[in-house]
Structures are given as C-alpha cells and as structure tokens.
C-alpha cells in the first residue's frame, strides 16, 4: 500500500470509544474508512495510552492502557489508613483513589463536558469503588465550584468532608508525590504553565511561581494578568488572545501607528473592537488571566499560524513549537525576544511582561523574518524568563528545589530549555513521567495536599486533646 494505515480507538472527537459493532457503524461512518469488529463484547472501555521520549525519559501524556489502574506508592509521611477520592479536573480527567498509602489513578476519562465522558466517569468510579473495596473518608476537589468533577464530588459526599484544592497547587504536589518527595520535606519552588485554573484572586492563573509544601503555598511570582475577551470564547479562538494581548501592552495608536502595514493589523481591524474593548474595561465576560497557554495562543495568531478556531486544546501552541526552525535555536542569546521581570502596580508580585516581545515580533514581521525563526526565538525568550524568575525567587534562602508541572511543559522545546537551564543554575529539578504534567495528573495532587490537610488537622486535634479546632467542622472546606 503506498499510503499509511492509522489504526487507533474508535470515538468521535471529545466523546468515548464506541463499544459495540452497531454504535462503531452509526457513529464513525463519516470518519473511518474501516473497522476491526469482533463477536466478543468489550466490558470496560480503556483509552491508548500516549507517552513521548524526553530527557532520557519515558513521560507520558495520557495515562491509560497499560498503565492505569497501577498504583503509586505515595511519599514518606502520608498516612496508610485513611481512604480517600479525588475527583480530578474537568478536563482530561482521571479521579484517584488512595488506600493503604497507595493511589490508584484511574485511565484517562477525558473531559467532562461531553454527557457521555462524565457519564463513563460515573461507571468507572462505581467499577473501582467494587474492586478496591474503597469507602473513602474524605473527597478531594477542585476549588473551581462549578467544575462538574467538583460537583460530582460534593453530590457522592454524602457528608464525608469535602477538600477543596487549588488548581496549580495540585499540579505541583502531583510532581512532587510522583517524585517520592516526603510529607516533611522543605517547600519547593513549583512552576506551572498550563492554560486556566481559578486563583485565590478572583481571576484565573495560569502562568504560576508557587512556593509551596503538601500543606500550602504561596504565591510568589506570575505572568502578566491580561483579559480574555469573551471568556470561553476566547480559549477557541485565539485571535482574540492576540488582540487582548496587544492592547494590553501598547494599545491601538501605537499598533496602529508602527505596524498597519501588517496583514495583521488589516485582520484585526475588521474585527467587533469596540464591543472587546467595552467588554474588557468593563471586565465582562473578561476575566483576567495569568495563562502562559494564553500567551502561546496571542503568539500563534499574531503570526498567522491560528486564528479563528482551535480544532483541540493546545493546537496553536502545538504549531508553534512545529513551526521552530532548528537552525535558529543557535543564534545569538540576544536574538531571543526581552521579556521584563516588573512588580505589579510598582510594588506588588514580581511578574513576566511581554511588551518588548509584541514589539520585537511585529518588527521581525515587518522585516519578513521567516516564522520558523520567530518561533524559536519566542521560545528561546520564554524560556529565559522563567529562568530568570526562578534566579529571582530562589536566591537568598529560597528553595533548591524546582517543580515543574502543568500542560505548557508538554512542549518539549520549552521543556528542555527551562530544565536544562535550572539545573545549570545547581537547582534540582523535579519533573513529571510516570503521570502526566497536564489536567490527567491533578487527581493525584489534589489527594496528598487533602490527605496532608486532614492529617494536619487530627495531629492539631489530638495536641488540644480533641478540643474544637477553628475552621473545621467536618463539612465542605
């Protein structure tokens, strides 16, 4: 055959695998030119597992067939009593069970927004509470209340104690129980680069310098806050990024004073700006965001690759690390784009501005460099950033431990670049293999910061001889 043959699961994008023959033909006719059918019924669906080679490690992106439900040991420290379930995120999810000091992710379930996902969730935690025998105590969330995985948890509850876990500091405790760090062992500096999870703030993180332990963390470092117009929408679509982002930075008189000549500035033109800009000086339907995956969203469009729709989460920053030309990865350091490392507001939380970037990008693209130079040199300057953040924040008695978690380090490009670059700082790097960096490892997360939670507060009961401990009741925290 002068063609490659694709065999993979059988689902419509976003939905479960077809399991019987009669489904598989109603539902992929369109998509497959074939289909492998057998007489024998497949009991439980499981997705392929999907892992990548970095780094002198295997290190997966889905954690499914062949992989789950193994167990992991979970750090020095943790109780092995207590039963506990963590509900995982809304996208890619995947819940965890712990018993005995072992937690049991489940396989990727995906993302629940689709009906028939979240109802598979439902079958697959009815199937392992069977197997496993599992009662749990406690259930652990997502402090996003209207993540359907935080309101499947609170509806099973069933006045077991609810936990509720913030979104980056689960993503750091998943690589560091991963990495077998101790319940006792000194805070990390964990970094997370994904695209949204709800902050303390009222606005949505997403780009994260977190100084943290299994009991807590602090925030200690961010990129910069820029609206996303339109909410959701703005996740699809990433000219609207684009547009937030440049308005952020320099406005339209000077966008459109040095750069009108672009086909940029044309594409943007004719889009509804005055409703944007009213949206998000009204802060409607534009929540701010800290979102590194946001940031590769504006760059993707602002030099074509993206622009009116992601087919799948992470498409145009998957195109812009495609588009890299190798040859540009070695030019001069002072080729990669500036970004800045102010305080907000002059004297708040040091954070990662990108001003100096859309200037030194348009320009390159007034100049016709090539977009695979522009890539790399984007990537280069990111990279550099985060690295001198993390100089920044870890000097002077700060921690010599980096954790690196969140879906932005799936790219492998920027991946490399940041871990190679902390370890030539003599930090030690903490990073994820065995569980995904992305949503697919938050479970696990978010079980040893409620299992560290609860232990703490039965060490605090029992010292005050079972008196009434403040803040805890036994009910939702």
Known sequence: MARPVVMTSGNLSGRPQCTDNEEARRELAGIAGFALMHDRPIANRIDDSVARFDLGRVRLLRRARGYAPRALELPHGFSRETQLLAMGAELK???CLVRGGQAVLSQHMGDLEDAATADDVRRNLALYTQLY???PEVIAVDAHPDYLSTKHGHEIAHGAPVIAVQHHHAHVAACMAENGRALDAPPVLGIVLDGLGMGDDGTVWGGEFLVCDYRGYRRAGLFKPVALPGGTAAVREPWRNAYAHLM???????FAMNFADLPLFERLSVMPRAALDAMMAKGVNSPRSSSCGRLFDAAAAIVG???DRQDYEGQAAMLLEAAIDPAAMSEP?????PFAIPLLGGKGLPYIEPLAVWRAMLGDLLLETPVGVIAARFHRGLARAVLAMTHRLSGEGG???V???????QNATLFALIHDGLEAMGLKVLSHSAVPANDGGLALGQATVALAALQS?????????DCHVPGYSGADR
Request: glycine share 10%.
């Open 305 to 307: 690759l993206a622009w």
């Open 248 to 254: 952020a930075q320099m406005g339209w008189a000077e």
């Open 133 to 135: 025998d599992h009662q």
């Open 403 to 409: 954790a690196l978690s969140g879906g932005c380090f």
């Open 333 to 337: 350091d002072d080729l990669a784009y």
């Open 399 to 401: 921690p010599d431990t």
């Open 93 to 95: 999810n995947c819940f």
């Open 457 to 465: 507060q039965q060490q605090q009961r029992e010292s005050l001889g």
